[in-house]
Nanobody, 122 residues
């Protein structure tokens, strides 16, 4: 069984920074893409940033130049460095990974963390 656990959320003032982490654990054979999504109250869950197994990254236009995604493959962990935070960044942030579990006939699947709340407010 595979589990994803996020950490690093909290309350920060506009212009401040936070660093989110998400670690995968369990019977993992291989981790492919790692992604961060967010969902603000009353809105849909949208992708924020992603990083492939080859290290290539992509970002939503709203966070380009402010957020940086990175990964530690040895620890099956993905990070999201968030700088110059704005009130509109307030949301629950979810970690998502495409993982192939250990098993002779296993297939890669989407796994989700339970989310961590980021509140940007003065």
């Amino acid at each position: 069984q595979v589990q994803l656990v996020e950490s690093g959320g909290g309350l920060v003032q506009p212009g401040g920074s936070l660093r989110l982490s998400c670690a995968a654990s369990g019977s993992i054979f291989s981790v492919y893409s790692m992604n961060w999504y967010r969902q603000a109250p009353g809105k849909t869950r949208d992708v924020v940033a992603g990083i492939g197994a080859n290290g290539l990254t992509n970002y939503a236009d709203s966070v380009k130049g402010r957020f940086t995604i990175s990964r530690d493959n040895a620890k099956n962990t993905v990070f999201l460095q968030m700088d110059n935070l704005k009130t509109e960044d307030t949301a629950v942030y979810y970690c998502n990974m495409v993982i192939r579990p250990i098993g002779a006939f296993s297939l890669a699947e989407n796994y989700w963390g339970k989310g961590t709340l980021v509140t940007v407010s003065s």
